[in-house]
C-alpha cells in the first residue's frame, strides 16, 4: 500500500482536500445565490412599499402587494426625461449596488416608483460613517411634501447610526417636510445647527455623523431628482378663472362680475 506518513502523500491528501471543500462551497454559493438574491429583492421591495405608506406589509404577500399597487416604475435623466422603464410583472427594482453605480454614470437612469395612490418613491444611496446608507423617500402628489420614508444601512453602529432605520420617531419627522430649493435641499443637522425649518429634520442625538452623512445623501438625490420633480408636480387648480393678463387665479382674489356701484 502507500505510506500515508510520506510527504507526497500529505500533499496529494491536502490538495484533494481543498479542491472538494472549494467545489462544495462554490455548488452552495450557486445553489443558494438565487434565494439570496430573491430575499434582497424582497426586503428592497418591502422598503419602497414603506416609503408608500404600505408599512409592515407580510413576508409573503410582498411582491403581490407591489404589483397590486404600482402604476408605473419608470428611469429618469437628470433633466427628469423618461429614459426607460422597469418591469412590474417580474418586481424589477433597483437595488444598492445599481444605485451606486447612478452616482458616478454620466448619462444618469435614476428610478422612480409611482404608486396608484398617489405617492411617488424616489431612492438615495451615499456612504455612512461604516458602510453604505440608503433610503426610499414617498412624496405627496406636490413632489415636494414628504409622505413617508424609509432608511437602511450596512454597518451603522447599533443603537446608534443604525437608529436611522430602526428609530420610528426619526421617520416619522420626516413627514410634512418639504424639499427646499437652491444649495441645500434638505438637512438632518443637530437641532442647534439646522438652518431650515420645513427643509429638514432633527439628527438622532448620539448619532450626529450618520445622520450629517445621511442630511448630505438625501441633498445629492434632491438634486439628482430635481428636474423630473418640479416637471412633475400636480398643481392643483381650484375654481380658478383666467384674469385679464390671460393667467389663472383663485377665484376668490376676484370681485363677482355682478357687483352693482352703490
Known amino acids: 500500500g502507500m505510506n500515508t506518513n510520506s510527504n507526497t502523500y500529505t500533499v496529494i491528501y491536502s490538495i484533494i482536500l481543498v479542491v472538494v471543500v472549494a467545489a462544495v462551497l462554490a455548488f452552495a454559493a450557486m445553489f443558494l445565490k438565487p434565494a439570496q438574491d430573491a430575499n434582497v429583492k424582497k426586503d428592497t421591495i418591502g ?20 404589483k397590486a399597487e404600482i402604476e408605473s416604475a419608470i428611469l ?3 433633466e427628469g426625461e423618461k429614459v ?5 410583472e417580474e418586481c424589477e427594482v433597483y437595488g444598492t449596488s445599481d444605485l451606486k453605480k447612478q452616482i458616478a454614470a454620466e448619462q444618469k437612469a435614476l428610478p422612480v416608483y409611482i404608486f396608484k395612490n ?3 418613491v424616489v431612492p438615495c444611496y451615499g456612504a455612512g460613517l461604516w458602510g453604505p446608507i440608503w433610503g426610499y423617500i414617498g412624496f405627496e402628489k406636490d413632489l415636494k411634501t414628504i409622505k413617508a420614508v424609509r432608511f437602511g444601512h450596512k454597518g451603522e453602529t447599533p443603537g446608534l ?16 417636510k418639504t424639499v427646499g430649493e437652491g444649495e441645500l435641499l434638505f438637512e438632518v443637522a443637530k437641532p442647534a445647527n439646522r438652518q431650515t425649518e420645513n ?15 445621511l442630511g448630505k445623501t438625501l441633498n445629492q438625490w434632491f438634486g439628482f431628482y430635481q428636474s423630473y420633480l418640479t416637471k412633475n408636480a ?11 393678463t390671460g393667467e389663472l387665479e383663485p377665484a ?3 370681485e363677482p362680475a355682478n357687483t352693482v356701484e352703490e
Open 47 to 66: 422598503q419602497i412599499l414603506t416609503a408608500a405608506t404600505f408599512a409592515n406589509v407580510e413576508d409573503a404577500a410582498i411582491l403581490d402587494t407591489y
Open 199 to 213: 427643509n429638514g429634520v432633527d439628527a438622532i442625538s448620539g448619532a450626529t455623523i450618520t445622520c450629517q452623512a
Open 84 to 88: 426607460g422603464e422597469l418591469n412590474i
Open 118 to 120: 398617489g405617492v411617488t
Open 161 to 176: 447610526g443604525a437608529k436611522i432605520a430602526d428609530e420610528p420617531s426619526f421617520a416619522e419627522s420626516f413627514v410634512a
Open 252 to 254: 376668490e382674489n376676484v
Open 76 to 78: 429618469v435623466n437628470l
Open 234 to 244: 400636480a398643481v392643483e387648480v381650484v375654481d380658478a378663472v383666467i384674469n385679464e
